[in-house]
Structure formats: C-alpha cells, structure tokens
C-alpha cells in the first residue's frame, strides 16, 4: 500500500505509472480506465444534451419543418431577422419582462423575510423550513391544475372567500389585467421557498460574534441588519435571484395550465410562443432560432450579472 | 501518453456524426403526398394484435373503446381495439408530434376534419381512394359528411367532388345544439337568434343568478374560434373565399363585424363572469348545476346533462329532461350550424399488418348495421340510413337535432396552416370576449393575421411568427 501523503503529492501524470492492480489486464492503465468510467456518461450527455443544442443550431439556419420533412434550406440568418423584429415577438418580451421582474421580487423580498423570520426562532425552526418547502416539491403542472380550481372565478374557493366577508367576483384568469398577477401569484406561491432556503442558509452562516459586537455597541436591530445581516447575505440572495430569474425566463407550464397565455395574448410568454410556433406550425427552424436566442439572452445577462457578483465578492 | 486522448475525441466525434447520421437518416424516405392503401385488404393476421387509435379525452372515446372492444371481437377475436386520449388542447400535438418522428404508436389517428390538409400534405396518412372505391358504399351517406372527413382538398360547396382523393371515412358526427331550460324559458325553443338572445336576457333578468347564456369561450384548441364562426354563418358572413385565398376583406366584411358586433356586445352580457375560459366541461357543469338559461354545446359531448349523478336539474334522466330542451341552432340571415366530429385515418408509420387490420375495422365499422349499433351505443353515425334509424333517433334526445343539422353545416379551412389560422381566431376572439381587444380591432387582427399565414405559404424563414 502506497504512503497516502506521497500519493496526494504526485503531479496526476504519474498516477498512470502505477502498476496495475493484480488482475487487470497489462494493457489498461490508469488513464484508459478513467476513460472507460467517463465514457458513457459523456456519451450520453453528447447525445442528449450537446448534440440536440448543436442541431438546433444548424435548424436555425434553415427553414426546415419537421413535420414537412424534405431538406432542409439554408437561410442564414432570415429566422432571427425576423424574430428580432416581429411585434409578435417584442410583446411576448415585454410580457416575460413584466412576469420575471414581478415574480422574483415578490420572491425576493418574500423569501428574504420569512428566512428571516424563522432565523430568529430557535424552537421549531426545522418543522416550520420543511412546512415552507412543501410548495416547492410539487409538480408545476398539478400546482397549475389546483390553483385553476381555486381561481375560477364561478366555482373557485378564492371568489367564495371573497364574496363571505362581502367583496365582489374577481375575474382572476380571464382579465388583461388579473391573469398575469394571477400568474405571478401562483409561481410565488410555488418557489418563495427557494429564495428562502438560500437566504436561511446566509442568515445561519452569519458569524453570531458580529451580533455581539453590536449589542456591546448598543446598535439599534435596523443597524445590525443594515450594516450585518444584508451585506453578508446579499451576495447569497443575489445567486437565488439569478437561479430565479433564470427559471422565470422560460416559464411555460403555468401559464399553459392557467391561462393557455390568454385572454388574447396577454400572458403568452417567450416560451410559450416558442412552443406555438414550433407545433402549431411546426416551423421548427424558426422555433429552433427563437430557441438559440432565448439561450443568448440568458447566458449574455447571466454573464453579466456573475461579473457584477464577482465585483461584489472582490469589494 | 497521448492516444487516450486522442481516443476521448474520436470517441466524441463519432458519437456526434453517428447521432447526426441518425438524426439525419429521420428523413429518409419522408414524403410530402401520402401513400396509397391497397383497393383490397391484404390478407389479415391471426396474431393477436392491438389496433390502437388516438383521439382526445372525452366521453365518445370511452363509448368507442367499449364498443369496438364489444362487436368488432365478434369477427376478429385476435384484435383488441385500444383508444389513447391525450386532453383537447394537445390533441394536434400529439397526432403531429409523432408523424413528425415518421413512427407512431396509433394506427388510426382521429383527425379533426381541418387537420386532414396538414396530413395529407405532409403524407402522414394512407390516401383510401381506391380502398373506399371498392370497398365502401358512398352513396349510403350524405355527400358532404363523406367529404368532410375525408376528402382533400376541402369540400367548400358542401358538395363533394367526385374526383377529389379520399382519406378518412366518417367516424363521429356532430353539431352545436342549442340547451335550453324549459320550465324557465317555455317549451319553444327560440326560433331565431335575435329571439334567442331576448329570451336569454329575459330570463337572466328573472332569474338571479341563472346567467342567460353559457357557450365556449376559451383560447385553447377551437373553442371560442367556433362561436365566432357559428355567429357568422348565422348572420351571413363568410370565414374567406377559398378560390382566391383571400381573408382580407372577407371575414371582416360587414356581415362580420355584425357578428363579432352580436357575440361581444349582445352575447357576452348574458354569460357569467369569468367565463372567458369555458369550454365543452364548463359548459356541461354550468347547464348541470341550473346557472344558464341557454347554452351551446357539442351534441357528442351532452351525453352527460342527462345523468343524474351529474345534475342538480333532477334525480332522474325524465325529470332532466322535464327542465332541458335540446334544439337546433336558431336561425338569422341564414341557417348554417358548425360541423363537428371526426373521421378515422390511418397511419402511414403503421406496420403493414396493423394497416390492413385498420383497413378492415373502417370496413366493418361503415356497414349499415354496425352504424346503428353504433348509434345505440352513443355515438353519432355518419350513414343516411343510421341518422333516420329508430336506433339513432332514440338514443339520446339531441340526436334528432343532429339528424335535422347535417344539411345545414358548415366547416372551417381545411388547410395544412390550419393550426395557425385556428390559433390566431381563437386568441382574438377570446381577446375581444375578455375586453383584452376591442371587437373591431380583434376582428381586423383575424383578417390581417390570417391572410398573412396563408400569403407567407413557402416564404423561407421566419415562417410561424
């Protein structure tokens, strides 16, 4: 047996020297098997995830329908032309806009303050985090299916809560002007506890000597938050809201089982424009384009917002 | 050492052109005009077999399992008949997801009768031509219903034209009825749309908490796109001119923005609040709990009124039926009524002994006596014959409404861009119902829209926005 020190010293290159392992065959080193063991999974990720993104790609480019089959024509750049200046488009951008800005602040500052809350109690804390998570563990679809029940604006159990203490019938899905709250509602409802996860996690990790310091200092609670709690989270918060923001972009299952991206089009989102254009019309190298540059967008301004919070960590 | 490395990238790029070669090799064969079954069934297999169709979930599906599970083992005990359903607003996805694959796990797709366009162009389904020739009465049904769910291109006159290619045969009729509550609004139905719509405002006024009317509004698969459709019939409009594709300045003529004028502005009033979103269900439960004076449904999907399990109307089927009337559409400036319901295809992926078998079933299903038998069953038949049988008639009281609808109907584009000229109405017309768009403003956006999509047909790039 080797010494465990010398072992972890070694540059990677001379692991391969070792001799092999009684029963293995002479000519399987160290490097072939690491090969062997990586192979399979690398495949599959090639085949699953890598290759269908390259496709795209080259779908992008063409005016190719999977449903007409036949060659597919190259286009160059005429899809994302297009897509870069249909009104069609810009609506659905602004919707997703008004949706994710909504939603993840709510998240946000809904998240952050029950996290809060709960730091603050020492008894029950662990029962109260689970209780808070269970919206989280449930399938956005069937979260869509019971929040369509509760809304209805005739047989729903939120207008029959309303109309008990005397307020009038909201129109909760079929309204320009409810349907995307409503929207916004149910996704918070649905992923205020991972904000609060991450933001529980900051708040514990805060070293409780800052704490005591400032109680020696006399510091007022807004103080100790302002000066303690915040900066020291933040940087934790801001990830969340990236997470979030991220998932909110491409919202599609919601808004399918809840609205079907009505009234009109008022709550279509990106995503599911996408999916209209990819198979109402199967026009799948403009779908595929529309894809590509969903993927820019998020990886463009998740770029730039991983260079703010890299600014953050170096202040 | 360096070939390992080497290995790892050779590895990755064969993997990458072997799953372009596959992807590739998808389209291998693919053909844009469909292929033609055999005027005689080849010869049938003795395995056991399941012969599977794709519909949407709703109670004709449960029927025809049942009933197909029933009779058609009496002739071929080694075939069970298995019918997948996938909820309505992915009823198209589903069908064309997998004729996109060109591998299907149906073998008689239920086509709505506008997806035949898209399918027969794209060659999907078996063109039957010289199958119904041989094999098949056609003067046993009324011209148009054979037309409309089968023929291509579309049967605009509502004849149908000798020479056109067949590609389905009818499997389930259907038209809106008119569900009226008689110990409110009489035993008359209304006569004409204008009536209609006074009686339904009279007894919403009479009756607090009873809405006037229930109809679908929804802006999901063809609900509230249909409504406009039936309104303009009604009041003499036109959805296009097929001869000159032209949308532009037919839809949105005078008649229809009459029509889109009388569902926004007189219709809408009289519906409960948050109906925006109704379809076929909400439109069930609203009749079932007593909330609407007159409603507009599919007859394939009424069954269930009459239940009374289901029903606040009556603890029995006589005593719902002392309180529904089932009607035919009221008339205005003309009589037209939609054409609902469906024919059967079948799959061009299908192996070649699941195609003949489906073959065989069409066969067998379009004889006069299993029609009837069908009719007893609770579908709605397609044959002359089984429409004016007692078997029929007596089934359900709706099914006189249908028999006296057929020489009414009318059908939308039956064209392969149907799927975007369906959406873009249905957004619209749910825009306008919910007071996202003003009913004039919607009704142009449909115009425009839609002679859009039909003009963008073969421009390259950018098309589906």
Not at chain 2, 166 to 187: E, N
Not at chain 2, 357 to 374: C, S, T, V
Not at chain 2, 423 to 432: G, K
Request: contains cysteine; proline residues 5%.
């Amino acid at each position: 047996m080797s010494d465990p020190v010398s072992l972890t010293d070694q540059p990677v290159q001379e692991a391969s020297t070792t001799p092999p392992a009684p029963g293995r065959s002479r000519h399987l080193s160290d490097r072939l098997l690491t090969v062997a063991f990586i192979s399979p999974a690398l495949l599959l990720l090639l085949a699953m995830s890598v290759f269908p993104l390259l496709w795209a790609l080259y779908l992008s480019f063409t005016d190719y329908s999977a449903t007409r089959g036949g060659p597919a024509t190259f286009v160059w750049f005429e899809n994302f032309t297009a897509i870069l200046t249909s009104a069609q488009v810009h609506l659905r951008a602004f919707t997703t806009l008004l949706y994710v800005v909504g939603a993840v602040t709510l998240q946000t500052v809904l998240g952050f303050s029950i996290a809060y809350l709960i730091s603050r109690r020492v008894r029950g804390r662990g029962v109260l985090t689970t209780l808070f998570l269970v919206p989280m563990m449930l399938s956005p679809v069937v979260v869509g299916l019971f929040w369509r029940f509760m809304l209805d604006a005739q047989f729903g159990v939120i207008n029959s809560m309303l109309g008990s203490i005397g307020l009038g019938q909201v129109e909760w899905l079929t309204k320009q002007n409810t349907a995307l709250i409503s929207l916004i509602v149910v996704d918070t409802w649905q992923w205020t506890p991972f904000i609060m996860l991450i933001a529980l996690a900051g708040l514990t990790a805060v070293p409780k000597y800052l704490y005591e310091a400032a109680s020696i200092d006399r510091a007022s609670e807004w103080f100790r938050f302002r000066t303690i709690t915040l900066p020291l989270v933040w940087p934790l918060l801001l990830i969340a809201v990236l997470f979030r923001a991220i998932e909110a972009f491409r919202l599609f299952d919601l808004v399918y089982i809840l609205t079907s991206g009505g009234p009109g089009v008022s709550t279509e989102t990106l995503s599911f424009h996408v999916y209209k254009v990819a198979f109402l019309g199967f026009n799948t190298g403009t779908a595929s384009a529309y894809g590509i540059l969903m993927v820019l967008i998020v990886i463009v301004l998740a770029q730039l917002y991983m260079r703010y919070l890299n600014k953050l960590k170096e202040d | 050492m360096r070939y390992p490395k080497r290995i790892g990238l050779l590895a990755t790029a064969v993997m990458l052109v072997a799953t372009t070669v596959v992807a590739c090799g998808g389209d291998e064969g693919a053909s844009t005009s469909s292929p033609k079954a055999p005027a005689d069934i080849p010869e049938l297999t003795k395995d056991p077999l399941t012969l599977s169709f794709i519909w949407f979930d709703w109670p004709p599906a449960k029927a025809l399992e049942a009933f197909a599970n029933a009779e058609y083992t009496k002739e071929r005990s080694n075939v069970t008949v298995k019918v997948n359903v996938v909820p309505n607003a992915n009823w198209h996805d589903a069908m064309f997801t997998q004729f996109a694959a060109r591998k299907t796990d149906f073998d008689i797709p239920i086509l709505d009768s506008q997806h035949i366009g898209e399918a027969v162009t794209n060659g999907n389904i078996l063109d039957i031509t010289d199958f119904v020739k041989k094999n098949i009465d056609v003067n046993a049904y009324n011209p148009y219903l054979l037309a409309a769910y089968g023929q291509f291109p579309q049967a605009e006159t509502g004849k149908r034209d000798e020479n056109a290619s067949l590609y389905g045969l009818p499997l389930l009729g259907d038209t809106w009825t008119m569900i009226y509550r008689k110990d409110l609004i009489g035993d008359t139905p209304p006569a004409t749309w204008d009536e209609m719509i006074a009686a339904a405002q009279k007894c919403q006024t009479e009756n607090p908490g009873v809405s006037g009317l229930a109809f679908h509004q929804a802006n999901g698969s063809d609900a509230a796109a249909v409504t406009y459709n039936t309104v303009n019939g009604v009041y003499g409009g036109n959805l296009w001119d097929s001869k000159a594709r032209k949308i532009e300045g037919v839809i949105n003529d005078a008649a229809g923005q009459e029509a889109m004028d009388v569902l926004v502005n007189k219709m809408k009033p009289l519906t409960a609040a948050g109906s925006g979103n109704w379809f076929i269900d909400e439109v069930n439960a609203a009749v079932a709990q007593g909330k609407a004076c007159i409603a507009f449904n599919w007859i394939a999907a009424s069954g269930g009124l009459l239940d009374p399990e289901q029903s606040t109307l009556g603890k029995t089927r006589e005593e719902i039926l002392g309180k529904l009337g089932f009607a035919t559409l009221p008339k205005q400036k003309t009589d037209l009524v939609p054409l609902g319901g469906m024919g059967m295809h079948v799959s061009a992926y299908s192996s070649p002994e699941k195609q003949a078998e489906a073959l065989n079933f069409m066969k067998w299903f379009e004889q006069a006596d299993i029609q009837k038998k069908w009719a007893a069953a609770g579908g709605v038949p397609a044959r002359t014959d089984a429409l004016s049988s007692p078997e029929f008639l007596n089934a359900g009281p709706f099914n006189k409404v249908y028999a006296d609808s057929v020489s009414r109907m009318r059908d939308m584009w039956n064209v392969p861009e149907y799927a975007r000229l369906i959406d873009i109405e249905n957004t619209n017309v749910n825009a306008a119902l919910n007071g996202a768009k003003d009913p004039k403003t919607a009704l142009n956006d449909i115009a425009k829209e839609q002679q859009g999509v039909l003009d963008s047909a073969g421009k390259k790039g950018g098309g589906g926005l």
